[in-house]
């Protein structure tokens, strides 16, 4: 598998292409301080003035709030974007899966990566991202929308020191707990 990785500051942005894929399916995540560079890179990645990126802002509390500012940024390096507000009950409403259609790329905003899984697990949604990656569009994310990628993901909850109000107190064996991630990076 071929990878291209660029360090930004003390922030990774990742575009791996599939290992086993003919086309040119893509994964961008990035941890920390979402800088102009990185989102043009992303926006770069999605096709530029051709990209129209899906927001998805399930993860965080204030989804209204960081969607449009998501919006604000891509728009700022000429993409398109829309985002998706949903529950586990509304998540495969037809005007969900109308809007990913006409996608090429799909963003997973921050906040608590389990919140993503326990809404779009084995969801048509979810087969709608994933069809977006296998016909070579961009699926990315910052945070728990980077978290979310790989087939094991980590929640941020710790095991041993479950009272802690800061994350990963301890780092060691059976502390961190994992869960079911999306799939996109496997193992």
Not at 82 to 87: A, E, G, P, S, T
Request: some cysteine.
């Amino acid at each position: 598998m071929k990878k291209n990785i660029s360090k930004i500051g003390d922030i990774i942005l990742s575009s791996l292409p599939c290992k086993l894929c003919t086309n040119k399916r893509k994964v961008s995540n990035y941890w920390g301080v979402q800088t102009d560079e990185i989102v043009k890179k992303y926006v770069e990645l999605a096709g530029g003035p051709d990209a129209n990126i899906i927001i998805i802002p399930n993860a965080g509390s204030e989804p209204i709030r960081w969607s449009k500012s998501q919006q604000e940024d891509f728009a700022k390096f000429g993409a398109k974007s829309d985002y998706l507000l949903f529950d586990k009950e509304s998540v495969d409403d037809e005007i969900n899966l109308e809007k990913m259609d006409k996608a090429n790329a799909v963003f997973f905003l921050g906040g608590d990566q389990s919140n993503l899984t326990r809404d779009m697990l084995g969801t048509k949604l979810l087969e709608k991202v994933f069809d977006i990656y296998n016909n070579a569009g961009v699926i990315g994310g910052s945070s728990a929308g980077a978290a979310i990628m790989s087939e094991v993901m980590i929640t941020g909850n710790e095991l041993i020191n479950p009272d802690s109000n800061s994350a990963y107190i301890s780092i060691e064996k059976d502390n961190i707990e994992v869960k079911e991630g999306f799939g996109f990076l496997k193992m």
